[in-house]
């Protein structure tokens, strides 16, 4: 079966699918912008608190293995719970728009950041960490200059899955009013108009690409040099 | 001066590592620590940085409790030449270099000054300084691997099988390298090696582990001269008495010269091995000279040599 007949079964017009969303959005390319930037905004505050609590959390966890397994049990519950139902929690105190959907994003980014940042930490060789302590490096330093520039390729390989995930999560905002690009989903399968609906819908496609490839642009850099990236093979990148 | 008394080690699964060894590597010597795998080496030395806590007993650094100082100034006062040799992926060769250094805050341009001063002792070129340790050869590795443990100017030096996973050519040369290093420096050096060869070879004494006991403490010769029991014996090997021929000296043996007998063409030198000694008398026949500044000191003939390893050996089987 053909995806255009897979449309036809859906019931999709194929002019929707082609620029029937295109021409939607530059009529409306002022609320098109809004939505985007509302929508960009929620994912961006969500991720930033995101690692600000993931990446210390994670850290704590590698010191102390006992910590390690309530830290990483927390941020495994965090991400069970559905991201509707936060806002559907939250929302009576944190009130109606963007507050209630960035926590949402928030709890459900710590996870994949957190996993990064312990897995990022342990995997530095135990030659490595001995001889730092062997040299007299306290164990601050040791964080610092050896286990955390090791750590970081893999730590923001965590924080791009967890972006790519959030941006999904922020379409649900709409449902209590935080705008973003739910809002025209919403208004297209109210009305069933599919030239809204993939208005909203393709944008965020984009973006997780877009995403997902500065990402891993940023994870290169962020890579020692010297270190060669577990995607490319042998040799360094020096 | 490292002083080890009683000290015992008791890993926290009941593992008994080290067994109530004492042991004293005089100021600016080498100690060599050797032993099978699993026989308690590298639990001892790194009971002297306290990279691991002594269950029981204590060591002393120049008569001072270790566990009185604090343990980072201790650490950053001994050089440590890890086993795994333990160089930073993601740092230059010059970073890795001067970590210690940077740990105690010297300035930018001393780091350098030293760094690019001890490329030069290790003899790699200095272009190496902003390379990583994945461009570098297993033998380079090593070398800077010695060369970051020395960069503080450490009054002592732990070095766990810092040769150990080098082919025999590049193992032999960073041995004789680091021998001369050794010659020009007044550092205490605790060397850890399961090679026998390697520990007589490296160490003005050498101390024999088994199963976290010390069997035998001694200078290289008296080791092969007169092993203490079955297990050193069969630890230095059949080519024992070969062996102890490399360690001894002509000087040890020598005769007093008889008058008359000139210097000849080929003469010994005292700092000859019997190695070397034996070697030309199969050759040239004996007894042979020994010369010393245009003078004959002394001769050697076959029977000294003989007799050397024939006391030694009869020594062993009492
Ligand atoms: N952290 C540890 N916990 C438990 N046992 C250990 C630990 N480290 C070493 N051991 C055990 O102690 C003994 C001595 O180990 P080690 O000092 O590493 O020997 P060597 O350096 O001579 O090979 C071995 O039996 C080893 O398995
Ligand atoms: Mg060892």
């Known amino acids: 079966m053909s995806w255009a007949a897979a449309l036809a079964l859906l019931d999709v017009p194929l002019s929707s699918v082609f620029t029937g969303w295109i021409d939607y959005i530059g009529a409306n390319w002022d609320q098109f912008l809004t939505l985007l930037r509302g929508h960009l905004v929620m994912v961006g505050i969500g991720e930033l608190l995101a690692i600000l609590i993931a990446v210390p959390a994670g850290i704590l966890a590698t010191r102390d293995p006992r910590l390690a397994r309530i830290i990483e049990n927390l941020g495994a519950v965090a991400q069970t719970i559905p991201a509707l139902g936060v806002i559907a929690l939250t929302f009576t105190f944190l009130g109606l728009g963007k507050r209630p959907t960035i926590l949402a994003i928030t709890i459900y980014a710590l996870f994949p950041i957190l996993k990064n940042t312990v897995a990022g930490i342990q995997n530095v060789e135990e030659a490595d960490v001995r001889a730092g302590r062997g040299m007299g490096m306290t164990n601050v330093q040791r964080l610092r200059r050896i286990e955390l520039p090791l750590a970081l390729p893999v730590i923001f390989a965590g924080i791009r899955t967890s972006t790519v995930l959030c941006v999904g999560v922020a379409y649900i905002g709409v449902f209590v009013g935080a705008g973003g690009l739910g809002t025209w989903i919403q208004a297209g399968l109210t009305t069933v108009n599919y030239d809204v609906m993939l208005a909203g819908a393709i944008p965020g496609a984009l973006t997780v690409i877009a995403f997902d490839r500065g990402f891993s642009v940023l994870e290169g850099m962020v890579t020692p040099e010297g270190v060669s990236r577990d995607t490319t093979e042998g040799g360094a990148a020096a | ?318």
Request: aromatic share 4%.
């Open chain 2, 1 to 318: 001066m490292i002083e080890l008394d009683n000290v015992r080690k008791v890993y926290g699964d009941g593992t008994v590592a080290v067994d109530d060894v004492s042991l004293e590597v005089p100021e600016g010597e080498t100690v060599t620590l050797v032993g099978p795998s699993g026989c308690g080496k590298t639990t001892t030395m790194t009971m002297v940085n306290r990279l691991t806590e002594i269950t029981e007993g204590d060591v002393r650094i120049d008569g001072e409790s270790i566990q009185d100082t604090d343990v980072i100034d201790l650490r950053r006062n001994i050089g440590y030449v890890i086993q795994e040799i333990g160089l930073f992926e993601h740092m230059t060769i010059a970073e890795n270099i001067s970590i210690v250094p940077d740990l105690r805050g010297w300035d930018e341009e001393r780091k350098q000054e030293r760094v690019e001063e001890l490329l030069e002792l290790i003899q790699l070129p200095q272009d190496v300084k902003t390379q990583y340790p994945a461009n570098l050869s297993g033998g380079q590795r090593q070398r800077v691997g010695v060369a970051r443990a020395m960069a503080a100017e450490p009054d002592i030096i732990l070095m766990d099988e810092p040769f150990g996973a080098l082919d025999p050519i590049t193992r032999d040369e960073l041995q004789d390298e680091f021998l001369d290093i050794q010659q020009k420096l007044d550092t205490t050096i605790m060397f850890v090696t399961h090679d026998i060869d390697e520990a007589l070879k490296m160490g003005d004494r050498v101390a024999v582990l088994r199963d976290g006991e010390l069997v035998q403490y001694d200078a290289p010769k008296d080791l092969l001269g007169s092993p203490k029991n079955e297990f050193v014996a069969n630890f230095i090997g059949e080519d024992r008495v070969l062996k102890q021929l490399s360690a001894v000296t002509v000087r040890e043996v020598m005769n007093a010269p008889q008058v008359g007998e000139g210097a000849g063409e080929n003469p010994l030198s005292p700092d000859d091995s019997l190695k070397v000694a034996l070697q030309r008398i199969f050759q040239q026949g004996d007894p042979l000279p020994v010369v010393e500044d245009g003078e004959v000191v002394g001769q050697v003939s076959e029977a000294d040599i003989q007799a050397v390893t024939d006391r030694r050996t009869s020594e062993v089987l009492q």
